[in-house]
């Protein structure tokens, strides 16, 4: 019996929800492990994974970012295979359009960022205090920078499914098994950072696949069983740790680079909400659900990038002033305040939220584009080194913060400007139509 589905539909209510559900949960978790504290006429930080290990198993349930950009490489398959039978643009104008409406909120969100931070500098706040807040709001930036990469590389990882199929994703996973092997055995840890590449750009190329119809429910069930087989296996006998995101203090990170356990969630993530997707489509095809999802994606961009800001501006508020307690780490009275945390985040968040959107023009809008007088393959190798140039800059920023050592990140802002300016250079001719 062929266990094979007939190529997906172009619009899929089931993944327009994980997609937003995973952001929500990402934003939920990152709010849940920014413990700030107040003592002695301070702010610091505690990290819950370090001080209570046993919550590291928590991050199994939040670690859903493999959700998103498997769904991102359905999304993409679908604006390229559409794209393709009307002929309505040229492969760059294609990936400029795309590339622009991530950097176009970004970059308004880093203006916005480094410009407070001037503001800061000019009122006398001190170093420290600079960096860790510069941190809380880069650090989910990797994300994004990530992002673009994939996005870049559709047209390749297109043509490359269509060619070889399954082989592409169970290639590049083979890579992350093979980087991390070395890198671990080596001591070579830097290798690992192919992993970046290897591991998402195979999560991406899953979405690719399901949406070309290769990825069954059958075949879906069994990827969710191996990985299910193997995680515990990798996180007890092998060398990762439990924690699916990063952990003061290990040797081997799950999440920064992505690992081969990483991997092992993405597969049970991916073949369990896959293989559902039709029951969960019936369920969102009634009432107020359609509504309900397009509302959220609409704004689960803004979500992602804002989403650490009600984190700086409650804690500057709530703790000096007494209005936030503070009790002791996981006690009950933790968890309660937790919940009060999480509460009040989502306030000042929804009212962001609807800030945003009021000023869509503003924070929604892609960057825009220039006309110049070069050759189309010159302006699409500035589109590439450019997207390239802002991914560098994003990771910069996600790993040192917007305040490293309580100073301007010079170089990361430098690449991402330069990024910036040669993304929105168009060829003065259109470019063929491939």
């Given at each position: 019996m062929n266990d094979r589905p007939a190529p997906a539909p172009q619009r899929e209510r089931a993944l327009d929800l994980?997609?937003?559900?995973?952001?929500?949960?990402v934003v939920i978790g990152h709010w849940l492990l920014s413990v700030?504290?107040?003592?002695?006429?301070?702010?610091?930080?505690d990290n819950p994974l370090v001080l209570m290990p046993w919550t590291q198993w928590i991050t199994w349930f939040f670690q859903v970012v493999p959700v998103f950009f498997a769904v991102a490489g359905y999304a993409g398959a679908v604006s390229w295979t559409r794209r393709d039978a009307e002929g309505r643009s040229?492969?760059?104008?294609?990936?400029?359009?795309?590339?622009?409406?991530t950097l176009g909120p970004t970059a308004v969100y880093a203006v916005f960022v480094l410009t407070v931070l001037g503001v800061l500098v000019l009122?006398?706040?001190e170093g420290q205090v600079l960096e860790l807040g510069g941190w809380a709001v880069a650090m989910h930036l990797w994300f994004l920078g990530v992002y673009l990469m994939v996005v870049a590389l559709t047209p390749i990882a297109l043509a490359a499914h269509r060619r070889f199929g399954l082989a592409v994703p169970a290639v590049l996973g083979a890579g992350v098994v093979v980087v991390d092997v070395v890198g671990i055995a080596t001591g070579f840890a830097e290798i690992r950072m192919l992993n970046y590449l290897f591991c998402w750009a195979a999560i991406y190329q899953l979405g690719i696949a399901w949406h070309g119809g290769l990825l069954g429910r059958r075949l879906l069930l069994t990827m969710a069983a191996v990985g299910a087989a193997a995680l515990p296996v990798l996180v007890t006998w092998g060398p990762y740790p439990v924690a699916m995101i990063g952990v003061p203090g290990v040797q081997v990170e799950n999440s920064a680079p992505p690992s081969v356990a990483l991997l092992a969630l993405a597969l049970v993530q991916i073949g369990v909400l896959f293989a559902i997707v039709?029951?969960?489509?019936?369920?969102?095809?009634?009432?107020?659900?359609?509504r309900v999802v397009s509302v959220a994606n609409d704004n689960v961009m803004a979500l992602y990038l804002w989403h650490m800001l009600p984190v700086?501006?409650?804690?500057?508020?709530?703790y000096p002033t007494g209005l936030l307690p503070q009790p002791s780490m996981g006690s009950g009275a933790w968890w309660?305040?937790?919940?009060?945390?999480?509460v009040v985040l989502m306030v000042v968040a929804a009212a962001l939220l609807s800030l945003l959107f009021w000023q869509r023009r503003v924070f929604a809008?892609?960057?825009?584009?220039?006309t110049v007088p070069v050759p189309p393959v010159l302006a699409e190798t500035l589109l590439y080194v450019g997207t390239a140039s802002c991914a560098l800059a994003l990771g910069l920023v996600s790993a040192n913060g917007f305040a490293p050592g309580g100073r301007f990140p010079v170089t990361a802002a430098v690449l991402f400007g330069v990024g910036a300016v040669l993304v929105t250079v168009r060829p003065r001719l259109p470019a063929a139509t491939d």
């Open positions: 994980y997609r937003s559900a995973a952001v929500v949960i700030m504290t107040y003592r002695d006429g301070a702010f610091g930080r040229s492969r760059q104008d294609r990936i400029r359009h795309r590339v622009t409406r009122a006398g706040i039709p029951a969960v489509n019936r369920v969102l095809a009634r009432g107020v659900w359609p700086i501006v409650v804690t500057l508020v709530g309660l305040a937790r919940l009060e945390w999480e809008a892609p960057l825009p584009t220039f």
